[in-house]
């Protein structure tokens, strides 16, 4: 594939006239007051929309106009995330509950809920023979890639694919949500089987089950699990099921809707953004970190071991040479991301459980001297915090789930937030999203094709 010396040699022309003429003076930016990355020049997101479905703080305004970095809040359709996890310690179908709250406003009833996780339960079931034609003649090595597919797919196995109806759109993304964790489990299971030649184990979901039960007997040769491990990946599925309308796969969610496109278009291109290391991925790129850290240093409880290693990084000199801590810092939190610290308490109580007591006091130590590096070396002028990621991928560890799964489990749960930003986006019936980028290059005259020499 791509061998041919014609086609290498176009490649690389192409690359060097990049790296000529395709880079953008610095300074127009500048110039121009380009909002870059849609960013104010304090930091703070440019306004392009309006939303009731969830709130994210990490600033207070002063009456003078100044923000004040606070502890961070999130709230889902008005009610604190940290309310909601405190209601559901020691449920297995918070999850369900969030999914309810986020698509209907309220949270449910008893009868309600038992109502919903029937219906969920009743739509986890993939098509007929659709694991087999579907994911297992194709197999990928990235999930997130196995979920684009299967949902663009599903389109063809849905009667009116094209309604864009409140209605028709509420049950693609309940049936959407119903299946991710099933899709992605088969993938896994024919990732392994096709690349790493291991038995192929395939379970059926059990309605009667919640989305956290089902992913870990999917996952389980066994099909166990405990009390615990099931209601810790649900608290992971809570907390990651939406956070505003401003992240780049919910505000991709919101741009491809309003375009008035299919439910599976718009929900394939969400996933593409969430697949980048900058987003989704990044739960990834700190355990990738921190398994360079511990091939590194010879003593986890040495501050100064730690201290040097985490300044390489900084510095460029180490891991992927980024200049990132990665788990570190976020857009809108400085003192505190409610996200980090909920899992944070979580990851503790799992760790005792399952024997991880030393690598917990690692990850706080790294915590805690990032704080110190990052806030010092780079002159900040608000407080840096972990972020969800920080926490996530260490919990997910402790809970047997492969890293192939970190991102994809990410959309599992983060379906619900962009389900509920599609059907307001539709609601509100917005025009098309489209921004503007300013022409900085110069015009140029036609020339025949025998006079051209680039």
Not at 73 to 78: S, Y
Not at 108 to 121: A, Q, R, S
Not at 138 to 166: F, G, H, Q
Not at 388 to 412: C, H, N, R
Request: glycine content about 8%; some cysteine.
């Amino acid at each position: 594939m791509y061998s041919s010396s014609e086609f290498n040699d176009l490649v690389d022309k192409y690359v060097e006239f990049c790296a000529d003429s395709g880079q953008i003076d610095q300074r127009l930016y500048s110039k121009f007051d380009v909002k870059r990355g849609l960013r104010e020049a304090n930091g703070k997101g440019v306004l392009t929309g309006l939303t009731e479905i969830s709130d994210v703080n990490g600033f207070e305004t002063k009456s003078d106009g100044s923000r004040v970095p606070i502890p961070g809040q999130l709230f889902f359709q008005g009610y604190n995330v940290e309310d909601l996890v405190k209601g559901f310690h020691g449920s297995k179908h918070g999850f369900e509950e969030t999914v309810f709250l986020l698509l209907f406003g309220e949270l449910p009833t008893n009868d309600e809920l038992n109502e919903f996780m029937k219906v969920i339960g009743d739509l986890r079931a993939l098509p007929d023979n659709f694991n087999r034609d579907v994911i297992m003649k194709a197999p990928s090595k990235n999930i997130m890639n196995v979920l684009e597919r299967c949902v663009l797919t599903l389109y063809s196995y849905d009667n009116d694919p094209d309604d864009i109806s409140v209605r028709h759109v509420l049950k693609q993304s309940l049936s959407l949500i119903a299946r991710f964790p099933v899709i992605a489990a088969y993938g896994y299971q024919s990732y392994r089987h096709r690349f790493l030649d291991s038995s192929l184990i395939v379970h059926r979901p059990k309605a009667e089950l919640s989305t956290a039960e089902n992913i870990l007997r999917l996952l389980r040769s066994d099909a166990k699990y405990t009390e615990l491990e099931a209601q810790v990946l649900d608290i992971c599925l809570v907390i990651h099921a939406e956070h505003g309308g401003g992240n780049n796969s919910t505000f991709t969610t919101h741009v491809i809707s309003s375009t008035g496109t299919d439910t599976y278009s718009t929900v394939a291109a969400s996933l593409g953004s969430l697949k980048g290391p900058r987003h989704g991925g990044a739960n990834l790129k700190v355990q990738q970190m921190f398994a360079d850290l511990k091939s590194n240093i010879s003593d986890w409880e040495s501050d100064k071991q730690i201290r040097k290693y985490l300044q390489g990084l900084l510095d460029r000199k180490g891991f992927d040479h980024s200049g990132l801590i990665y788990g570190m810092g976020h857009a809108v939190y400085s003192v505190s991301d409610p996200r980090a610290i909920i899992l944070k308490e979580y990851a503790r109580r799992l760790s005792i459980e399952e024997g991880y007591e030393k690598e917990f006091a690692l990850y706080e130590r790294v915590e805690n001297i990032a704080k110190e590096l990052l806030s010092a070396g780079r002159d900040l002028k608000k407080p840096v915090c972990a972020n969800v990621d920080f926490y996530s991928g260490f919990v997910y560890t402790m809970l047997k789930i492969p890293m192939e799964l970190f991102t994809p489990l990410f959309a599992i749960s983060r379906i619900a937030g962009w389900s509920a930003h599609r059907i307001e986006e539709l609601v509100n019936n917005g025009k098309i999203i489209r921004p503007a980028y300013k022409y900085v290059g110069s015009h140029k005259e036609y020339l025949p094709i025998e006079e051209r020499n680039w």
